[in-house]
């Protein structure tokens, strides 16, 4: 092959020389020489192409992969898993006999719910959307429940859940666990007591699913969360939760009310025993101020008693005298009446007078 190509060139070199005086006037530009390739690799050029072509080969039979951080990777020899799985970083295989399967252990999602937001929709993302749990109450009557249940593949024990529940382990695990665990909690209740109990069903639902998974051989999955979003009660169960609900507000309103009009009586009881109590304080003072006068007074003629000797008397005696002495003069027809013992005052009284006039000192 080699030689043929020389010869190639070697005769693309004479014809060029031969028509090199045509159109350039004879002596003109010529145009330049390709690089002359020698193929003559001699003894070596077979090895040369075995070792070419089995990197070629190599390359495209892809003797390794990578696995990255979140995944695991289930190896299989003639269709039969490995017991561990490969974890990240490189790793050669051996093609056509070995095979590696890349399995996600990021936490995933799964919402069951009738309104799922659209960013939600793409299951690529690890987001699934399944419709909303469907269940019945301890009456019988249907109740639909809507939440979301975050899980992931347990890292440790991925190769043994691939090789016992294949690569759909969560339809057939997380989903049947969900529901079988919604429905026996949701059944002991009420639908009227569901929205009441919402916390105690959430709590239940969680660990119901824990201890379910955890139950399972080699634990295949890891439960992350659960939280309830939804319960969904039928038109006649709400229609008769809204009208308790609006008797109890009724009757909350009347207590309201009735507790408004003892305030307000106890109110105005308090304002008239303010009254009364002000009243009987102002009857009191004015009864301590009079007895307080009379004390007073008792004290001043207690005093006054005391101070009036015998002497003091006779002198008011003599004095009173005196003045009747004067009027005697000046009305001589005037009678006297002297009390007895001769204590004063004296009453005396003018008889020219048409009246009798009665005058005391």
Known sequence: MASDMNDYFNKKKASGSNNSGGGNGGGGFKPPRPPKIDFNLGGKSGLIYFFGALIVLLVLAKPFTVITEGERGILA??????SQALLPGLHFIIPV??????????????????????????????????????????????????????????????????????FSWEEKIINPVVRDVVRNV???????????????????????????????????????SVQLREIVLPLKVKEQIERVQLAKQQVQQAEQEVQKAKQDAQKRAAEAEGKAQAVRIAAKGKAEAITIEADARAKANKLIALSLTPRLLKLEQIKVQGLFNEALRVNKD?????????????IWVDTKDAQKRVSSH
């Open 77 to 82: 020899t003639n269709g039969k898993y490995e």
């Open 334 to 346: 005037a009678k006297i009446f002297l009390t007895p013992g001769g204590s004063t005052p004296n």
């Open 97 to 166: 006999i070995q095979k590696v399967y890349v399995v996600d252990t990021k936490v995933r999602i799964i919402n069951y719910a009738n309104r799922i937001e659209k960013s939600a929709m793409n299951s690529q993302n690890g987001i699934k959307t399944k419709p909303a749990i469907t269940v019945l109450d301890k009456r019988g009557l249907p109740v639909a429940i809507e939440l979301t249940v975050q899980y992931r593949l347990n890292s440790e024990t991925a190769a043994q859940t691939i090789s016992t529940w294949g």
């Open 186 to 224: 949701v059944g002991k209740y009420e639908a009227e007591a569901l929205p009441t109990e919402r916390n105690a069903i959430a709590d239940a639902i969680e660990v119901g699913m824990r201890l379910s998974m955890n139950g399972l051989e080699n634990s295949p999955a890891q439960l992350q």
